[in-house]
């Protein structure tokens, strides 16, 4: 089973800042968190990452939970462009088949 | 173009047949993958292959049958397929199994259709 769960599915309106969050209870101490988005017919491709501090980047911003146990992608202003499954997975060295396994992730519908 | 080159892009084929998927990369990663993707279903884990040994099969049936010569190939050998094997197939590559810091790179996939 795959160690993230997420919510199925989310709606925003166009230019709107989207908050995508994703609970790992079991995360471990090597674990980096990673989130990925796949458009239609297309394979997943990076979007951010991050092991314990606030991460942002061209594309959008992951914050961190002090824990470690939760997380959330922020997406500042939601295009049409932007609509796609959003996963959320760990990834450490190893890499134990838990690790390796994609959750359902959260489809993002973007209104204009 | 992500890296990961898969080949073809879309393939349809017989249940009698016997066809191959490849996929390529050239990022200098150590690790790669199978998964597959039903309609509306999650990626599903097949094969793992970490320096062309496997190390990974997720109990997947032998009619699917993986290959990696060396760690920038990967094949997916493929005969007497069923329709419901009809997916997207899709393969990633990391620089060592289980990806740490660096994450995966993921091919634009293969659909398959199996009539």
């Known amino acids: 089973d795959a160690k993230t769960t997420q919510p199925n599915s989310m709606e925003s309106n166009e230019e709107e800042p989207v908050h995508l969050p994703c609970n790992h209870s079991?995360?471990?101490?090597?674990?980096?968190i990673h989130w990925y988005r796949q458009l239609p017919s297309q394979g997943p491709e990076y979007v951010i990452h991050?092991?314990?501090s606030n991460v942002n980047n061209r594309m959008a911003s992951l914050a961190i939970a002090e824990d470690r146990k939760s997380s959330t992608l922020i997406l500042h202003r939601a295009t049409l462009r932007d609509a796609a499954v959003y996963y959320c997975i760990l990834t450490n060295y190893g890499g134990s088949q838990g690790n390796l396994i994609f959750g359902k992730g959260t489809k993002l519908s973007v209104k204009p | 173009e992500t890296g990961v080159t898969q080949t073809p892009r879309h393939l349809v084929m017989g249940m009698t047949n016997k066809k191959s998927l490849k996929c390529e990369q050239h990022l200098g990663h150590n690790a790669m993958y199978w998964y597959k993707q039903s309609a509306k279903k999650p990626l599903e884990l097949m094969f793992v292959y970490n320096f062309k040994e496997q190390t990974e099969n997720n109990s997947v049936p032998s009619r699917f049958s993986p290959e990696c010569p060396n760690s920038s190939h990967l094949f997916l050998h493929l005969h007497t397929l069923q329709p419901e094997d009809s997916a997207l197939y899709l393969c990633?590559?990391?620089?060592?199994?289980?990806?740490?810091?660096?994450?995966?790179?993921f091919g634009s996939g293969t659909r398959l259709t199996v009539v």
């Open positions: 991050g092991l314990t």
């Open positions: 079991t995360i471990s101490g090597t674990d980096y």
């Open positions: 990633a590559s990391s620089r060592d199994q289980g990806a740490g810091p660096y994450g995966y790179t």
